[in-house]
């Protein structure tokens, strides 16, 4: 049978995959996954992920146009926006799959939500991908490529014990072992409302 982890693991590689076959953060997605399935989720999660990671490089070149960079800071912004409305999406997914669970009177809280936990999943899959493009990178040192292997081999180690510890965290949900309570993050800077820089000016 197979676990949540290998399957966010395959479809975030798949994601990631599809995303360096232009490798332009202004490529369409293209989605494979019906709408509303936890697969789709999961692709577009990681594929919001793989195009801000692309961002972040790109806005870190030196001799970067200033009008330029803060165009793309307005995009890493939504971006950012983005992810964690999808992550607090996933979390709904998770709660109407426990949501007839009924939690033992012993039940314990986690520190994080399953759905940030399958967001740094995800961010490990790209760490993954592009360590492993420095491994093989024909014109790097064999000291570049050596020391590259070292962080490659922490961070699959890395994988497999999330995806694990994910994985528990589900089946504890499931015995009622634990206790899912999701709190929304509640970000106050893109908010008209509530950032005072914003309603000063309104």
């Not at 399958?118 to 093989?136: F, N, P, Q």
């Amino acid at each position: 049978m197979t676990t949540f982890t290998e399957l966010a693991n395959k479809i975030f590689r798949q994601a990631i995959s599809d995303y360096h076959l232009t490798d332009n953060v202004d490529t369409p997605i293209s989605n494979p996954y019906e709408r509303g399935s936890i697969e789709y989720r999961l692709y577009m999660k990681c594929w919001i992920d793989t195009v801000q990671w692309h961002y972040e490089d790109i806005i870190r070149d030196p001799h970067i146009n200033p009008t330029d960079a803060l165009a793309l800071k307005r995009r890493i912004d939504r971006s950012n926006q983005d992810r964690t409305d999808l992550v607090e999406d996933i979390d709904t997914w998770f709660r109407q799959q426990y949501s007839d669970v009924r939690p033992q009177p012993d039940a314990r809280l986690n520190t994080e939500s399953p759905a940030w936990a399958v967001d740094r999943l995800s961010i490990l899959a790209l760490k993954i991908y592009h360590m492993s493009e420095e491994v093989t990178r024909p014109n790097a040192s064999d000291e570049h490529k050596a020391r590259c292997q070292a962080k490659l081999n922490v961070l699959l180690e890395q994988q497999i014990d999330l995806s694990t510890a994910i994985d528990q965290l589900l089946e504890d949900y499931q015995e009622g072992r634990k206790m899912m309570k999701v709190y929304r993050q509640m970000k106050m800077y893109n908010d008209p409302a509530t950032n005072p820089v914003l309603y000063k000016k309104s």
